[in-house]
């Protein structure tokens, strides 16, 4: 028999359909990357001790298998398989790794931005509707996070105050929302790891350009988790974890020494889940 075959009947008994399926891929496909790449024995050496420090990067506060799921295209990927349809007006994103548990709900209208963050602050006001029918969803939950002006969320910061620049905001029986937040800044993901290492190697930036996070869900409908980038920001086609696109722009006015931006969120009729946030309350 077959190697591969041989390995993968080993697995046959698995009694989980799904499971069963899934560990016979794994193999298949395995097993066939290593006969293209032929490793040395070095080479498979170095393989288990890259995994080895990827999961010794790995806590609490970050996961740098999630990090390289991103960098290599594959987080996007399970988002377009889940979520893609034509015609669909908003893009579906990557959660990424700074989702943070209980974050806290504030007023309509409020900033989820404390006032001694530096930077502009852009009023973000919009409407939450049925993609299909139009109408207005009310009490929709809007959940934000983004990056301070130093390109570091709050976790990563000592001298930001806990959940800044993240807070949940609801629509109210019109569908519209009212928050203010602050106007997004490019960062690079996390390169002191193994992931830095493929970047590095690869001469791949590790910029995402500038975005603000949400995710926006209501009883019986689809969950949309997405970002919102700058309109005319030249990173967007470079943006190392594969997720800036056209369906994501939002065109950011400026007014004095603040910006608004209008930006609606349909949703369509489906399962409500809540993503699993990476980082701990
Ligand atoms: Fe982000």
């Known amino acids: 028999m077959d190697f591969t075959k041989r390995v993968m009947s080993a697995y046959a008994k698995i009694d989980d359909p799904r499971l069963r399926s899934i560990i016979a891929a794994l193999i298949k496909h395995l097993h066939a990357f290593v006969n293209e790449i032929r490793p040395t024995d070095q080479e498979f050496e170095f393989a288990w001790d890259y995994m080895a420090r990827m999961a010794a990067k790995t806590g609490a506060e970050r996961n740098e298998f999630l990090l390289m799921a991103d960098v290599i295209g594959v987080s996007q990927m399970v988002e377009s398989i889940n979520h893609d349809e034509p015609g669909k007006p908003v893009g579906f994103a990557l959660v990424g790794p700074f989702l943070r548990a209980n974050d806290p709900f504030r007023d309509r209208g409020a900033a989820d931005v404390s006032d001694d963050t530096p930077g502009a602050r852009v009023r973000i006001t919009g409407k939450v509707y049925d993609f299909h029918t139009k109408v207005p969803i009310e009490g929709a939950i809007l959940d934000t996070w983004q990056a301070a002006s130093n390109g570091l969320y709050e976790n990563q910061d000592e001298n930001q ?18 928050l203010v937040a602050l106007m997004p800044t490019a960062y690079p993901v996390p390169t002191d790891g193994p992931v830095g290492e493929l970047l590095r190697a690869a001469k791949r930036p590790p910029d995402r350009p500038a975005h603000i ?24 086609e470079e943006d190392v974890v594969f997720t800036a696109d056209e369906k994501m722009i939002g065109d950011f006015k400026r007014e004095g020494d603040r910006f608004s931006l209008v930006y609606d969120f349909p949703l369509r009729r489906g399962v409500s889940t809540i993503p699993k946030a990476p980082i701990p309350a």
Do not use: C, M, W
Request: proline letters at 5%.
């Open 213 to 236: 996070h949400f995710i926006v869900s209501a009883p019986g409908y689809e969950t949309l988790v997405t970002q919102i980038f700058v309109k005319g920001d030249k990173q967007i």
């Open 161 to 178: 105050p806990d959940y800044n620049l993240r807070g949940k905001y609801r629509s109210d029986r019109n569908g519209t929302f009212d």
